[in-house]
């Protein structure tokens, strides 16, 4: 079973930032927080990972709390691109597969 | 990034037969891929994990006899489905974990939609 738990969906409006939130309330020590997306009909696309400390790259932003018991992904100017599937997951650093959960079906609107 | 490709993206086939699916890691080397299946609406779900040169370690409720994984070199994996029937129709996803690195990143393939009539 999926560690995370994540809302079925949500809209977010063309160039405002999309926050897409997930509860690890289990999370261990050693595991890292994995947010992949999947656009439909396609293979999932890594987005970011963390372990404790907040992470930019060029497609998002996460954000973990302090007790890691939860965290937010941000895609600072969403387009109607970034429509998709949004999975949070997480993972022991090396090894392990991944198990996935129903994720956030995001819908960017014009 | 990595790349993961699998063939063929999308088959139709009829019922009884087999179909091969393959898994590429083009530009790395992985000595751990792992098999998910999607139904439409729903998550994806781990099958299988193949580790390479030795036997597939497949999740309860799938049928080894039914999908053939083989691993046998460093950068090719595939799946077969035997007999295939209708129920059998879904979206076949491969991923693969870079042999010797430290990224902790999976990199999946592009999928392959499979169709029994």
């Known amino acids: 079973d999926a560690k995370t738990t994540q809302p079925p969906s949500m809209d977010c409006a063309e160039g405002r930032a999309a926050n897409l939130p997930c509860n690890h309330s289990?999370?261990?020590?050693?595991?890292?927080v994995y947010w992949y997306r999947q656009i439909h009909s396609q293979g999932p696309q890594y987005i970011i990972h963390?372990?404790?400390n907040n992470e930019t790259n060029e497609m998002a932003s996460l954000i973990i709390t302090e007790d890691r018991k939860s965290s937010t992904l941000i895609l600072p100017h969403a387009t109607l691109r970034d429509t998709a599937v949004y999975y949070c997951?997480?993972?022991?650093?090396?090894?392990?597969?991944?198990?996935f959960g129903p994720g956030t079906r995001l819908s960017v609107l014009p | 990034g990595a790349v993961v490709s699998q063939h063929p993206s999308w088959v139709i086939c009829k019922s009884g037969t087999s179909v091969k699916i393959e898994c590429r890691s083009l530009?790395?080397?992985?000595?751990?891929m792992f098999w998910y299946r999607q139904f439409p609406k729903q998550s994806l779900m781990l099958m299988a994990t193949?580790?390479?040169?030795?036997?597939?370690?497949?999740e309860q409720g799938v049928e080894k006899d039914k999908f053939l994984i083989n691993h046998a070199s460093l950068t090719l994996s595939t799946l077969t489905v035997t007999s295939a029937h209708p129920e059998d129709s879904s979206f076949y996803i491969c991923?693969?974990?870079?042999?010797?690195?430290?990224?902790?990143?999976?990199?999946f393939g592009e999928g392959s939609r499979l169709t029994v009539l």
């Open positions: 193949s580790n390479e040169g030795s036997k597939a370690t497949y």
């Open positions: 991923s693969a974990l870079p042999a010797g690195e430290d990224t902790g990143e999976l990199f």
């Open positions: 289990t999370i261990s020590g050693n595991e890292y």
């Open positions: 530009d790395f080397q992985a000595t751990t």
């Open positions: 997951i997480v993972r022991a650093y090396y090894g392990q597969n991944f198990v």
């Open positions: 963390g372990l404790k």
